[in-house]
């Protein structure tokens, strides 16, 4: 398959890149910014992307996917700037879409889970969406525009996707940084979700793409765990006195509303594909493992000391709850 990936600079996005170079597939990748590392420099708010994308990959027979990891960040934007947000998420992202479709381009569009409340009790592809938030709602306008005009668009919902590379950008790497620097992690207070690693999601992707799968579908880990709850076991596997302390959205100083209860039901993507999600302690492991790597690499004497790859007690704890929360 011939991909282009729109966002190809970002967490995902240059996972994404990875994972479908890896299964030998020749990729292309955007990025908001000049191009750089072979990146075509694409501005999805004000450029076409027929004419920005070579002529190699739109005139090619061979099956063509874009895959759509680029957004607003961050989610208060949405609030501060909506016109933006709306011209951006909605009505650019839309035409993207459509100007590919007649290029013989399918696409993947990328969702939140917060396209439901805290109400909804299991959150399946059937369920109904309620969003509370300025971002989800955005969000739900795009997967409603979009599934409207192009159906046979594949749209997947995601959770809070984290990493095992202590070298890239995500939450465990924030996590690991306040840790250095002996400050508070301050998570948001009664927050469950399902923490997924961005590596199954693109792999996710690529399942997706070569399946021809359309329409929309719930993509992440089964595991649901409160956010405290994961800081606490993160902090527990190094040798620190790191403190979490959990406070209100408000209190943080979040602007955009977020559900507390943004876990998913992906029952009918495992039952359709056979995936299996990685299990959330195989993640952490695999993170302190790499932070051992890393520290090696670079013998800096100003990290955190590097924990024993024997499971504590407390990973044993956390391990059981994850197993009870995930039978809920």
Same mark, same amino acid.
């Given at each position: 398959? +011939?991909?282009?990936?729109?966002? @190809?600079?970002?967490?995902?996005?240059?996972?994404?890149?990875? !994972?479908?170079?890896?299964?030998?597939?020749?990729?292309?990748?955007?990025?908001?910014?000049?191009?750089?590392?072979?990146?075509?420099?694409?501005?999805?708010?004000? #450029? +076409?992307?027929?004419?920005?994308?070579? /002529?190699?990959?739109?005139?090619?027979?061979?099956? /063509?996917?874009?895959?759509?990891? @680029?957004?607003?960040?961050?989610? #208060?934007?949405?609030?501060?700037?909506?016109?933006?947000?709306?011209?951006?998420?909605? $009505? =650019?992202?839309?035409?993207?879409?459509?100007?590919?479709?007649?290029?013989?381009?399918? !696409? *993947?569009?990328? %969702?939140? %889970?917060? *396209?439901?409340?805290?109400?909804?009790?299991?959150?399946?592809?059937?369920?109904?969406?309620?969003?509370?938030?300025?971002?989800?709602?955005? =969000?739900?306008?795009?997967? +409603?525009?979009?599934?409207?005009?192009?159906?046979?668009?594949?749209?997947?919902?995601? #959770?809070?996707?984290?990493? +095992?590379?202590?070298?890239?950008?995500?939450?465990?790497? &924030?996590?690991?940084?306040?840790?250095? =620097?002996?400050?508070?992690?301050?998570?948001?207070?009664?927050?469950?979700?399902?923490?997924?690693?961005?590596?199954?999601?693109?792999?996710?992707?690529?399942?997706?793409?070569?399946?021809?799968?359309?329409?929309?579908?719930?993509?992440?880990?089964?595991?649901?765990? @409160?956010?405290?709850?994961?800081?606490?076991?993160?902090?527990?596997?190094?040798? $620190?006195?790191?403190?979490? *302390?959990?406070? %209100?959205?408000?209190?943080?100083?979040?602007?955009?509303?977020?559900?507390?209860?943004?876990?998913?039901? %992906?029952?009918?993507?495992?039952?359709?594909?056979?995936?299996?999600?990685? =299990?959330?302690?195989?993640?952490? #492991?695999?993170?302190?493992?790499?932070?051992?790597?890393?520290?090696?690499?670079?013998?800096? /004497?100003?990290?955190?000391?590097?924990?024993? $790859?024997?499971?504590?007690?407390?990973?044993?704890?956390? &391990?059981?709850?994850?197993? @009870?929360?995930?039978?809920?």
């Amino acid at each position: 398959m +011939n991909i282009l990936v729109i966002g @190809a600079s970002g967490f995902l996005g240059q996972h994404v890149v990875s !994972c479908f170079q890896l299964h030998g597939h020749r990729v292309w990748g955007t990025t908001f910014r000049s191009g750089g590392d072979g990146l075509i420099t694409f501005d999805l708010g004000n #450029d +076409n992307i027929l004419q920005c994308v070579p /002529k190699a990959f739109l005139n090619s027979a061979d099956p /063509k996917c874009a895959i759509f990891c @680029a957004g607003v960040t961050p989610m #208060d934007r949405c609030v501060t700037d909506f016109a933006y947000a709306h011209d951006l998420m909605v $009505t =650019k992202t839309l035409r993207t879409i459509r100007d590919l479709r007649t290029a013989d381009c399918r !696409c *993947v569009f990328i %969702s939140t %889970s917060h *396209v439901f409340d805290d109400s909804t009790p299991i959150r399946t592809e059937e369920s109904t969406p309620a969003p509370i938030g300025t971002y989800a709602e955005l =969000k739900l306008e795009a997967e +409603n525009a979009i599934i409207g005009d192009v159906p046979d668009t594949l749209i997947y919902r995601l #959770d809070k996707l984290i990493g +095992n590379d202590p070298t890239t950008t995500h939450l465990l790497t &924030e996590w690991y940084g306040k840790m250095g =620097k002996g400050v508070p992690i301050v998570t948001i207070a009664d927050q469950v979700f399902s923490p997924t690693l961005v590596n199954d999601i693109a792999d996710a992707i690529v399942i997706g793409c070569r399946l021809q799968l359309y329409g929309i579908y719930h993509v992440a880990s089964p595991i649901r765990i @409160a956010r405290s709850q994961l800081a606490r076991d993160f902090v527990a596997m190094f040798d $620190t006195n790191s403190v979490v *302390v959990e406070r %209100s959205a408000s209190e943080i100083g979040l602007l955009d509303r977020r559900c507390m209860n943004s876990w998913l039901d %992906s029952n009918t993507f495992t039952s359709r594909t056979g995936f299996s999600f990685t =299990k959330v302690g195989t993640i952490l #492991d695999s993170f302190a493992r790499n932070v051992g790597r890393s520290a090696r690499k670079t013998s800096s /004497k100003t990290q955190p000391s590097f924990p024993s $790859t024997t499971p504590q007690p407390e990973r044993q704890t956390y &391990e059981s709850t994850c197993h @009870a929360q995930k039978n809920l």
